[in-house]
């Protein structure tokens, strides 16, 4: 179940489909500044919340496998964030942070040990998972309440795609 997730994550309807979308911004100029200047949140948080939808939408019949196997990565996704926060600020020891994944989040020594490392070597990158799939949520909530009756789930999700990888709080002010 964890390659399903994966594959919702990273291909359909997640960063792969993300990325097709923004290929067509219009104009060319937005294309371009929001490629190199794309938000980390957008981009990331959007792959967590096209998981959590799939899910919601009933993806597999409901498979409880695999809804047990999203919140482990809803664990995972939580827990990166605290490491990189305390890691960064709060003087959170090695061992602590293994015990941290290994005993929290059910993560393998192996996964554990390098994920330590990518948190050391790139600062503020893991909680980008987290606040952008809040983000996406609290964006899409106040869209729906926005379009009360003629709320659309799909016509929310291809039209914030369509914006290209702006800031979440932007995007809720691109979004009528």
């Known amino acids: 179940y964890k390659l399903k997730l994966l594959t919702i994550h990273e291909a359909i309807p997640g960063h792969y489909v993300q990325a097709e979308l923004a290929n067509d911004v219009e104009p060319q100029s937005r294309r371009v500044l929001r490629s190199v200047f794309g938000n980390g949140p957008y ?3 959007w792959a967590q919340y096209a998981t959590e939808v799939m899910l919601d ?3 597999l019949d409901r498979s409880p496998e695999l809804a047990l196997s999203f919140a482990k990565e809803e664990l995972r996704t939580l827990a990166n964030a605290i490491l990189d926060i305390r ?3 709060l003087n959170m020891t090695d061992r602590e942070a293994i015990e941290l994944m290994e ?3 059910f993560q393998e020594k192996e996964e554990a ?3 330590l490392e990518r948190a050391k070597l790139s600062s503020c990158q893991l909680p980008m998972y987290f606040l952008g799939w809040r983000g996406w949520r609290r964006v899409r909530d106040a869209y729906q309440q926005a379009q009360g009756r003629s709320y ?3 016509e929310f999700n291809d039209r914030a795609l369509e914006q290209g990888a702006v800031p ?6 691109l979004l009528p």
């Open 43 to 45: 981009v990331e948080g």
């Open 152 to 154: 659309r789930l799909a």
């Open 103 to 105: 005993k929290q989040t």
């Open 87 to 89: 890691l960064q600020t």
């Open 113 to 115: 040990v390098g994920k």
């Open 168 to 173: 979440l709080p932007v995007l809720g002010k």
């Open 57 to 59: 939408e009933g993806f």
